[in-house]
């Protein structure tokens, strides 16, 4: 079992920056890949960003050279930097986990509480 605990998030204006962090802790935490998942409201849950325990990123398309994904040295807490924030940002920010890395809840194992972010204009 992983548990996932998030913090970050809140309240910003448009052209804003937030960072999240999300610290894994269990019995199966090496060998994993991290990352976040987004989801607005009446909107289906969208990827947002993942590493590997590899270190290999990837990258919706739409937070690409805004979003910055990254870990710790022992790879059990990850970071997501949040530059040039829009509107169409808001959402409720997941934390997620799985064997391998992911753009799809799918094959999410592990899921975090979820932190709000607010992006005024």
């Known amino acids: 079992q992983v548990q996932l605990v998030e913090s970050g998030g809140g309240l910003v204006q448009a052209g804003g920056s937030l960072r999240h962090s999300c610290a894994a802790s269990?019995?199966?935490?090496?060998?994993?890949?991290m990352g976040w998942f987004r989801q607005a409201p009446v909107k289906d849950r969208e990827f947002v960003a993942a590493?590997?325990?590899?270190?290999?990123?990837s990258y919706a398309d739409s937070v690409k050279g805004r979003f910055t994904i990254s870990t710790d040295s022992a790879k059990n807490t990850v970071f997501l930097q949040m530059n040039s924030l829009k509107p169409e940002d808001t959402a409720v920010y997941y934390c997620?986990?799985?064997?391998?890395?992911?753009?799809?809840?799918?094959?999410?194992?592990?899921w975090g509480q979820g932190t709000q972010v607010t992006v005024s204009t």
């Open positions: 997620a986990a799985g064997p391998g890395i992911f753009r799809s809840p799918g094959i999410v194992d592990y």
């Open positions: 269990g019995r199966s935490v090496n060998n994993i890949a």
């Open positions: 590493i590997s325990w590899k270190i290999i990123t």
